[in-house]
């Protein structure tokens, strides 16, 4: 079974600073990792996957994540936080089925992101 | 827009009740999933469902149960309500041979 820890519920940084959410997973095969961003009251939205090959991602907004395979780690980052950045991010770790396609996802707790003015 | 539908978006039902929720996937996708996410239990994998059989079961409750038709919508029965069942109900989708799952808006489910 794959698992998924969220280090911090809750992270606040300045407008401007490096955005750092940190994500490990546990898995026993290579997974797919995710990270979602979920603005309040709406739904999840994929910001970035890995699948294979490079294994610094970058994803919508300006995010960007990178698998290390030997950390069991996916953290998400951001050069310079916005405003509009202030969400809730989960991370997410699905395996291959059968036919190479995504299993159901499993989610980390979650990361509350806060953006100082 | 992810492009998978869910309705309604907002219930509300009183406890022992039964309510039916929605969901069309993005066109071309065979796989649909449900997830709950609640306050105390996060986003929790419910089943899932690929072109009309069941794939995939997670943390589903016995009075809960789910189907995908032909034409590749699904539903999600939960039955017998509680106060505990409150929560945001998602549905999402996939291509089978893909590996990005895309998730509807959700339907809020209030149970008084």
């Known amino acids: 079974a794959q698992s998924v820890t969220q280090l911090g519920s809750h992270v606040s940084v300045s407008e401007g600073a490096l955005v750092l959410l940190r994500c490990n997973y546990s898995?026993?095969?290579?997974?797919?990792l995710f990270w979602y961003v979920q603005y309040p009251n709406q739904g999840l939205q994929l910001l970035l996957k890995?699948?294979?090959?490079?294994?610094l991602v970058k994803g919508i907004n300006g995010f960007e994540a990178e698998f290390k395979k030997s950390e069991t780690s996916f953290h998400l980052t951001k050069p310079s936080a916005h405003m509009s950045d202030a969400a809730e991010y989960f991370c997410a770790v699905s395996l291959r089925d059968s036919g190479g396609g995504a299993d159901g996802l499993t989610f980390g707790k979650g990361t509350h992101l806060i953006i100082q003015p | 827009d992810s492009g998978v539908t869910q309705t309604p978006k907002h219930l509300i039902t009183a406890t022992g009740q039964r309510v039916t929720l929605r969901c069309s996937p993005r066109?071309?996708?065979?796989?649909v999933y449900w997830y709950q996410q609640s306050l105390d239990q996060g986003l929790q994998f419910l089943i899932q469902y690929y072109n009309g059989e069941e794939r995939a079961k997670g943390n589903i409750l016995e009075r809960f149960s789910a189907q995908q038709f032909p034409d590749l919508h699904s539903e999600l029965n939960l039955s017998s309500l509680e106060l505990g069942d409150s929560a945001l109900y998602f549905c999402?989708?996939?291509?089978?041979?893909?590996?990005?799952?895309?998730f509807g808006e959700g339907s809020w489910l209030t149970v008084v």
């Open positions: 066109s071309g996708d065979l796989s």
């Open positions: 890995y699948t294979t090959g490079a294994t």
């Open positions: 898995s026993s095969v290579p997974p797919y």
């Open positions: 999402a989708s996939s291509v089978f041979a893909g590996n990005t799952i895309y």
